[in-house]
């Protein structure tokens, strides 16, 4: 009876050792990032509460009281630096929202969604593409191995530009794809330099959309094809709907955003820039599958996240800070799940304009 015991409690603990590495710990070799390894980003260890807390004086100021708006790339490399080893270890390395397939998982969903961008720009082997607010490059591998077009990323944030060089180097994909650290809104490209580009889910960090359209519009060649994939509230928003104002201010505060931008401004200042505007639509409209079920169904994993960087950060093992950041993007995935549920706010409001091909560099400037 005693071996029957030992046996099982043997048989437990090895249980309890699997799940601790497969479901806590996250499969590192898919997202690339495990919990044990939290760091946050550039800033040293010490710094991280610090810094978390001037984020958020920063960027839950009401955007009327909010004023200059120069300070917004700086913030926004701070937030990158707090936030993108859990968006890896919690999501993985594409961040940014997909619509749900049936019967499909999320890895297979985020890739189709970031195919369709390389589609709709007709990608392909030898296109110099360029990728505006890169990440750590999840989308840029998936659309180079979709298309063997080369492609280049820009992010603010340092942290990022190391993580996207080793992930590409790792998928083998570093004679194609390259990434350089610099802001969107003044990039260190030459003029006409690019064959096309897209932009996923970051050019909603930039306080004026004029000034990375601009940009974009600038080092594309004539002809060249950009799409992007925009925030957006939707024509269901009202600004006398206290619940839709609470909640387009909540994501805005979790998500380093200036300024959310409403569905009709966005093909606007495309034209107003110079493109051609080829397309524009909502990607999570029906039949689209909700893109906020991955958010919401993982409840529980929230607060198995939170148990976890609790203890690693009582166990000194990652920097004092975390669990706040952890509790602030917790906060922000209700008042996304919110903004899907109530469909006042949508994360793909697709855009595929042209620069036009009579464009003349020296003219356009
Ligand atoms: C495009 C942007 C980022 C979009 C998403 C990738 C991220 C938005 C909110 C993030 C998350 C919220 C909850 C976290 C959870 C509490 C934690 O345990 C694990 C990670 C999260 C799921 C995290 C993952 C990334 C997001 C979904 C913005 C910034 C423009
Ligand atoms: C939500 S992430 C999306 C990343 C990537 N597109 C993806 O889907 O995985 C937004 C990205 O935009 C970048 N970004 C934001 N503001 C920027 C700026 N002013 N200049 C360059 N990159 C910026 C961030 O550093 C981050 O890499």
Known sequence: METTTAVWAVFAAAAAVI????????????????AVDLKMGSITRDKVQDKYKQYWSFFRRPKETAGDSTNVPAFVDTFYNLVTDIYEWGWGQSFHFSPSIPNLSHRDATRIHEERAADLINARPGLKVLDVGCGVGGPMRAIAAHSRANITGITINEYQVARARAHNRKAGLDSICDVVCGNFLSMPFADASFDAAYSIEATCHAPKLQDVY???????????????????????????????????????RGDALPGLRSHDEIAAIAKEIGFEVLEEKDLAKPPAGPWWTRLKMGKIAYWRNHLLVSALTMLRIAPKG???????????????????????????????????????????E
């Not at 925030?231 to 009202?238: A, I, N, S």
């Not at 996304?336 to 560099?361: D, N, Q, Y």
């Open 19 to 34: 799940y601790w590495f497969v479901w806590v710990m996250g499969a590192a070799e898919v997202k690339g990032k495990r």
């Open 322 to 364: 975390v669990v706040d950041v952890h509790e602030m993007l917790y906060e922000t995935a209700g008042h996304l799940t919110r903004g899907g549920e109530t469909g006042i706010f949508t994360p793909m409001h697709m855009i595929l304009c042209r620069k036009p091909s009579t464009a003349t560099v020296a003219a356009d």
């Open 214 to 252: 601009r940009e974009i519009y600038r080092v594309l060649k004539p002809g060249a094809l950009y799409v992007s994939y925009e925030w957006v509230t939707t024509p269901l928003f009202r600004a006398d709907n206290q619940e839709h104002v609470e909640i387009i201010n909540g994501i805005e």
